[in-house]
């Protein structure tokens, strides 16, 4: 049995709600809290309650799901698809779910079962494919290896073990010796609160960094390969993803490191040509000048949040998804996906 099945409680269905842990009280509190409409599943990705492109994903199809139960009236189920698909602008899985439960309205004949039935098979999906994203990855990874990651693409960010970090538990799981170093991922310090806790906990020697001690680690130590997750991927492989991704990958190419992208196909948007059309979210000026409500910059002073970037593909050595891993050209690869 895999190490990593020690924690897999990010999302839950339970008929009537769906019970999420509350990834904004991690690593302090082990608190979970039960969402029963549409519109507190949308407040609660909003708030990243839940978080990571597929988990959001996952969540988002309990969410419709729970619209089916309330009122399985085509229109009504129309708008709460529109609403919850307004939560956040960039992790593309949102879409990807907010089409498959789109295609479910144009069937002749629609009651609430077939939105559940779906939404579970999304789960599901996602399961599997996040065990066959970590065999990909763990391949490229020799007996004895470190690596670096950024934000967290773990089972928290998933309705799985998760992207990125799936290499890492397959990789340990298979025998291999891997130490990984995580930059802590400011503002909302994903990297810090959230990786750190699920690779401790499933055994995964972990060293925290400050983001920016991210190039010193990359001159000064060993790194055989960076892994990081992705919120939507263009058709050319221009990659969106946390914030400070595209620094980490222009120092991985510096520093001659070989830097993979981990990510379903569900996080493919085939209708954008490059990154550029990416939209980026931009959020509350509070997570950077507070920490947990605590002042650490002047009042009034002016901020810009953007919660994601964009990588461009000529820095990415490959991406690993459940079909294996796609190397440049990436535009003519990704086009065969499927
Ligand atoms: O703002 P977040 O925490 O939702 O951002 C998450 C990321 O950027 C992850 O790296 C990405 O979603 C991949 S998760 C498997």
């Not at 397959?170 to 990786?195: H, I, M, N, W, Y």
């Not at 919660?307 to 690993?320: E, K, M, Q, R, S």
Request: include cysteine; aromatic fraction near 8%.
């Amino acid at each position: 049995m895999g190490v990593y099945m020690i924690w897999a409680k990010t999302i839950q269905w339970l008929d009537d709600r769906v019970r999420l842990i509350d990834q904004r009280k991690l690593p302090l509190e082990e608190v979970y809290v039960d969402i029963k409409t549409p519109e507190e599943m949308h407040n609660a990705i909003k708030r990243m309650v839940v978080r990571g492109a597929p988990a959001i994903g996952v969540a988002a199809g309990y969410g419709i799901a729970l619209a089916a139960l309330e009122n399985c009236d085509r229109k009504y189920l129309l708008e709460k698809i529109e609403l919850i698909e307004s939560a956040r602008p960039t992790a593309y899985n949102l879409f990807y779910v907010g089409k498959r439960m789109r295609k479910l309205l144009e069937r002749k004949e629609i009651k609430p079962a077939l939105f559940v039935k779906e939404a579970i098979q999304i789960h599901k999906e996602d399961r599997e494919l996040t065990e066959k994203l970590g065999e990909y990855g763990s391949a490229l990874l020799p007996k004895r290896s470190q690596c670096m990651t950024i934000c967290n693409a773990g089972a928290l960010a998933t309705g799985g073990i998760g992207t990125a970090l799936a290499v890492f538990y397959k990789a340990k799981d298979q025998g291999k010796e891997v130490s990984v170093f995580v930059p802590e991922t400011r503002p909302f310090l994903q990297g810090a609160r959230l990786s750190s806790w699920e690779l401790k906990k499933n055994g995964i020697e972990t060293i925290l960094i400050a983001d920016n001690a991210i190039s010193y680690i990359l001159k000064t130590e060993e790194i055989d390969a960076v892994f990081t997750g992705a919120d939507r991927i263009a058709r050319n492989g221009d990659t969106a993803n946390k914030i400070g991704t595209y620094g980490l990958a222009l120092s991985a190419r510096e520093h001659h490191t070989p830097f993979f992208v981990v990510a379903p196909r569900s996080t493919f948007d085939l209708t954008l040509n490059s990154g550029n059309e990416i939209p980026i979210e931009e959020r509350p000026g509070e997570e950077v000048k507070e920490f947990r409500g605590i002042q650490i910059a002047p009042r009034n002073i002016e901020v810009r949040n953007p919660a994601f970037d964009v990588t461009p593909n000529y820095l990415i050595t490959g991406i690993v998804t459940e079909k294996g891993v796609i190397y440049p050209p990436f535009r003519k690869r990704i086009s065969l996906l499927k």
